[in-house]
């Protein structure tokens, strides 16, 4: 049995093609079933939904042979013990800075002023403002980002932008872009042994699919 791991939502939509490049269904839908393990048309393989920030753990402890999750999550977590054979540019976008519209970002920076910085992305945020030499006092939040600037919790937010309609909405603006972001399928060690062959055929099937999708 080959265990897939992911997580709901944007991941899971963007993946669903690349299953089908390699033949497998997902039998079940996540919309409308409560079920966490998901069977599919391949007797061999089954998907099992986790929270996004789990999936690198169960992927690593063996919960999961393979698993689909952002670079901003393995970046998180550390990621040393997986096996990370392919980006498969989906769930694209980038990890930005952003501030209320009418915070003057530059002139604080300049000034060497102390940022607060509110965000799920300590270790990315602290990596890179420590890199400008920007002092900053990190305030680790599992949501609502957007809010911490407008409720006066932080001067500054590091979050996933997309469209920046999120922004937009709440009234920030993004500032400097950290980096870009997109999914990579991780494996672990210990299984990438024990199965080689149909693990092998589904890193040769996805990176097919990735490569067709680029040219196409
Ligand atoms: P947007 O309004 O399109 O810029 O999307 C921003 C919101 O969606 C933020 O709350 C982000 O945390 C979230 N988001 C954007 N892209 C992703 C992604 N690839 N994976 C997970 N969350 C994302």
């Known amino acids: 049995m080959i265990t897939l791991a992911l997580s709901k939502g944007r991941i899971f939509d963007d993946t669903l093609p690349l299953l089908r490049a390699a033949n497998i269904e997902v039998l079940d839908n996540p919309d409308t079933s409560r079920k966490l393990i998901l069977d599919t048309n391949q007797p061999g393989m089954r998907v099992v939904l ?68 509110a965000t799920k992305y300590v270790a990315i945020a602290r990596e890179f403002f420590a890199a400008k030499g920007v002092h900053v006092d990190l305030i680790k939040l599992y949501g609502s980002m957007e809010l911490a600037p407008l409720t006066g919790l932080a001067d500054a937010i590091v979050d996933l932008v997309s469209t920046g309609n999120t922004l937009k909405a709440n009234h920030l603006k993004e500032v400097e872009r950290i980096m870009d972001i997109s999914s990579r399928l991780v494996v672990n060690q210990a299984a990438l042994k024990l199965k080689q062959a149909p693990i092998r055929a589904l890193i040769d099937a996805f990176a097919a699919a990735v490569a067709e999708r680029s040219t196409s």
């Open 50 to 117: 986790v929270r996004a920030s789990d999936v690198p753990t169960y992927v690593e402890n063996g919960g999961a042979d393979l698993g689909i999750t952002g670079k901003d999550t393995l970046i998180e977590h550390g990621g040393s013990g997986l096996y990370q054979p392919l980006d498969l540019q989906i769930a694209k976008c980038r990890i930005s800075v952003a501030v209320r519209n009418d915070f003057d970002y530059e002139r604080a920076v300049k000034q060497g002023s102390r940022l607060r910085v």
